[in-house]
């Protein structure tokens, strides 16, 4: 299989590490979600991952809590995350490392661009932990920035439904799937892709971004094989 992409950001949700238990970790579903990154590591590419939190933690959803801890907190869940992804790369056979935003040298090392891009031309796959080191912003946003930064070719974003609708494709059964999408019309009609911010990033730096269904993770080496396996977001 040839690869299109010569470096991508994968954009992995918490909530997807959780599989239908829903919260905390389903060691089945993170292996087979990293026997479709191995398949797509083997390919060629080259691969960074921003994983989210939600299968332990939303600021947004904390109640009483200080919006600013509360979010410091969900940063944290990430962390666990990148750990629990690295380990279970580490099982499939493929080398990788966790950087995270935050400065914590006793559990991973801390983000830079340079040593970022060197892990990923090393051969080693580098799980993002940490989200962008700010409250207030997601994951969605440091998937974005962090594909800035080690200039991917392509975000790919996975997720639980098989691309970008017109409508909630679980309430409507008339909902329509796009098979591209512009920026413009994402921002215009707020679609449910992603947050705007991350939107707007990825607009307004030319970083296509393709919405795919984690359910079946052969789609990421499908995906950066250049087939269109969800909806495709470009200028
Ligand atoms: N978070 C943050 N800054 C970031 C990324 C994440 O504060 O740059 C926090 C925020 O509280 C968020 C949680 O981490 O709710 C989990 O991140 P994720 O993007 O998965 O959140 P979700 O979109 O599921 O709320």
Redesign the pocket.
Known sequence: MAVVYKRVLLKV???ALAGEKGAGFDENVIASICSGIAKAYHAGTQIGIVV???NF????SSGKMDRMD??????L??VMNALALKDALRQAGVPAVVMT?AVMPQVAETFTSDKAIAALESGKVVVFGG????????????SALRALEISADIMLKATMVDGVYDKDPHRYPDAVRYDTLTFTRVLDERLAVMDMTAATLCRDNGLPILVFDLADPENIARAVAGENVGTLVRE
């Open positions: 949700s918490g909530e989210g939190g939600g933690w939303r600021g947004r509360a979010d410091k907190i969900g940063m869940a990430t935003s989200g962008t080191g700010n409250p207030i912003f997601s994951t969605d946003t440091a």
